[in-house]
């Protein structure tokens, strides 16, 4: 991955490598203890859970990420004064850097839950903390260190599969293709891979995956955890949308303890927005997954435990047995107990009914564009079919990356569904041709790659172009169907009910089931929008809060 012309390490510096005052270390000395370390003893590993925070009180240290073919590069040194630690140390998760003292080193090592109850106690401080634990990620995100290696063609299914998944989860990797790098066939050679085995993903610890799917990968780099069965959590919230990240962040904020669980990546639809440009206080806009990475890092900050990508598959029916404790069931044989339940797991992109769509989905279909779609598509025609606004964004965002745009839409006009900014933005477009009333009619390719799309126009006259990507945005259905048998009541479209709609005496967003809660665009009626998901997800905490004390009361543990 070649790296950028300038780095964030040059233009943000100060801001990433803040050195503390005396005053301020002696003030956070009570969240740590002090540690001595030998020269050239390690003080953290690649692929090892880390400490904490590391504040030197004496000596230095190196630190140095590994580049694409494992030789170790300096990042920086860190003198008295200045903290060894990035985003990961916040959560506990493996170190993504290695840090060796280079002479005698005295450290003042702050746990992670310490670290999180320091960033609480110590605003201004922490705020410092929190801006240089984010920037020094985002400098390895650059550069891919410490993350895992994928081997593979960068435009083979499961390599944009695998990257998307790392990308979206705001993790460094770095790619290597076998066609261009030396490297990648030397490890190819090494490990006696099969060219049909390919991608194969080299961990930072060492292992080796064959075209792993997410979980395993997230399992190997660290990402994800085993639950503790015996824990019972305040509250489990489901899906990692906005929705979710809001609960989790007002939730976490006021003392709940929070565990927040998503099949795929934290952000939701939002992660995947190339630019959000109606969510307040962003007047220049702000692409979704920067959005929902502040609010993943806030929710850290404030101790909420997320489990991603792990997918819930079942919430266990009504049980007077286990009153109080609600039980959902994970993929993977975990369970999850909790004495509430926040629904936000939001909805899933329709697919039009054109044959062989399936064929192309892991390659030339797309769901959302964001910079690595626009990226493979660059220079090259493209088709996208809808009519909403997020079809309105994505064609806007597409048309500065492409040659050329075809919107498709099935009705007469956008007027009906799309807002008049983004219509006006379109019109001015001039790579961007909008044909209304007009179908998919078929899809042609080889091995899984697009090669032409064909339509039909009102007059049922069929168009066929040298079309090799295909963005679908038709609309979404709801993430519900591992609420059957739940008791949890859903509408005609499987949206969930709540309120006066769910049954008498039960809150504004308490599902039929007491002490379940839907919120965001999983809930019927619903504005499917980031703002309103954000709002519910606030405001389901006060009826949380309401819900528990109840509950405690009543099984007489209310606290005194
Ligand atoms: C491309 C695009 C652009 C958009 N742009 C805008 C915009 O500019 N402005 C705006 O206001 N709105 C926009 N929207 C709409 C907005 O993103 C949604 O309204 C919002 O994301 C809904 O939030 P949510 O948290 O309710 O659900 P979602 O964002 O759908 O999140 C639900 C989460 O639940 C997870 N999940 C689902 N089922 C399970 C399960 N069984 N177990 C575990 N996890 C599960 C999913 O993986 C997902 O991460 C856009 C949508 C899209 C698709």
């Known amino acids: 991955m070649a790296a950028p012309t300038q780095s964030i390490i040059d233009t943000r510096r100060h801001q990433m490598f803040p050195k503390l005052e005396h005053q301020e270390i002696e003030r956070v000395r009570r969240f740590g203890e002090v540690r001595r370390y030998a020269a050239g003893e390690a003080l953290a590993k690649v692929g090892e859970i880390g ?54 080193v005295e450290a003042l090592i702050i746990p992670p839950d310490r670290l999180r109850a320091l960033m609480v106690a110590e605003a201004e401080l922490g705020e410092r903390i929190m801006r240089a634990l ?69 961990c930072p610890g060492g292992q080796l995956l064959r075209n792993p799917g997410e979980t395993e990968l997230a399992r190997c780099i660290g990402l994800v955890r085993p639950i503790d069965p015996a824990r019972l959590y305040d509250v489990v919230v489901v899906g990692a949308g906005p929705a979710g990240l809001a609960t989790a962040v007002y939730a976490g904020s006021e003392g709940l303890s929070v565990l927040v ?40 900050k404030f101790g909420v435990e997320m489990a991603i990508p792990d997918e819930v598959i079942g919430l266990a029916p009504a049980d007077d047995s286990a009153a109080g404790r609600f039980v ?43 910079p690595l779609e626009g990226k493979l598509c660059a220079g090259q025609e493209v088709a996208l079919v809808g009519a909403g606004n997020s079809a309105g964004q994505a064609v806007v965002y597409l048309a500065s990356q492409v040659a050329k745009v075809w919107l498709l839409a099935r009705g007469p006009s956008l007027e009906a569904s799309m807002s008049r900014y983004l219509i006006d933005r379109i019109r001015g477009l001039s790579n961007v041709e909008v044909l209304m009333q007009a179908q998919i009619s078929g899809l042609e390719g080889h091995d899984g790659m697009l090669e032409a799309v064909r339509w039909r126009g009102p007059a049922g006259d069929e168009v066929r172009r040298p079309i090799r990507h295909l963005f679908l945005f038709i609309g979404a259905e709801p993430n519900t169907h591992w609420l059957a048998g739940s008791g949890v009541g859903v509408d005609s479209k499987g949206f969930v009910l709540t309120g006066a709609d769910a049954g008498p005496s039960r809150g504004p967003l308490e599902t039929s089931r007491q002490g379940v809660f839907a919120i965001g665009d999983v809930r019927a009626s619903s504005v499917k929008r980031v703002a309103a998901a954000v709002g519910e997800g606030a405001q389901v905490v006060a009826a949380l809060h309401a819900f528990l004390s109840a509950s405690a009361i009543q099984s007489g543990t209310a606290k005194r």
């Open 134 to 202: 984010i920037l020094r990620r985002m400098g390895l995100l650059e550069t891919g260190a410490g993350g895992p290696v994928i081997v593979g063609r960068a435009e083979n299914g499961d390599v944009l599969r695998l990257e998307g998944f790392l990308r979206r989860n705001g993790h460094p990797h770095q790619l290597l293709n076998p066609e261009t790098d030396p490297e990648a066939r030397a490890l190819i050679e090494r490990f006696h891979v099969d060219p049909g085995q390919l991608p194969i993903v080299l």
């Open 51 to 104: 400490h904490g925070l590391s504040i030197i009180l004496a000596g230095k240290i190196d630190i140095t990420q590994h580049d694409e073919s494992g030789r170790r590069a300096p990042i920086v040194t860190h003198g008295i004064g200045e903290f060894m630690g990035e985003l990961a140390q916040l959560a506990g998760r493996p170190v993504l850097v290695d840090a060796h003292a280079t002479e005698p």
């Open 328 to 370: 959902l069931q994970l993929s993977n044989d975990e369970r999850v107990s909790a004495r509430a339940v926040v629904i936000a797991s939001g909805a899933r992109y329709r697919r039009p009914p054109v044959a062989s769509l399936e064929a192309f989905e892991s390659t030339s279909v797309h769901y959302w564009a964001s």
């Open 261 to 300: 669980l998503d099949c795929r990546a934290f952000g939701g639809q939002a992660g995947a927005s190339a630019r959000i440009e109606n969510y307040l206080g962003f007047p220049t806009g702000i692409t979704g997954i920067a959005l929902m990475a502040r609010a993943y890092n806030q929710a850290q």
